[in-house]
């Protein structure tokens, strides 16, 4: 049981898409929730994409 906390504190065996890393990693970085979303511009319109969620969380 020891060595199972210990692993868990430095994120040994958890499971983690890229994708929501990079979600996480960007949410400290600014404060704020994004939304992923794929670039919609495939038919070269600009994206039109939701506005980022305040995580109301001091951070410091």
Do not use: F
Not at 16 to 41: F, N
Not at 52 to 59: F, G, I, K, R, S
């Amino acid at each position: 049981m020891r060595w199972i906390l210990s692993q868990n504190a430095i994120g040994q065996g958890t499971m983690v898409t890229p994708l929501r890393m990079a979600s996480i990693a960007a949410s400290i970085a600014t404060g704020s929730k994004i939304q992923p979303h794929l670039d919609a511009a495939w038919d070269k319109q600009p994206a039109v994409l939701p506005a980022a969620e305040p995580l109301n969380v001091d951070m410091t």
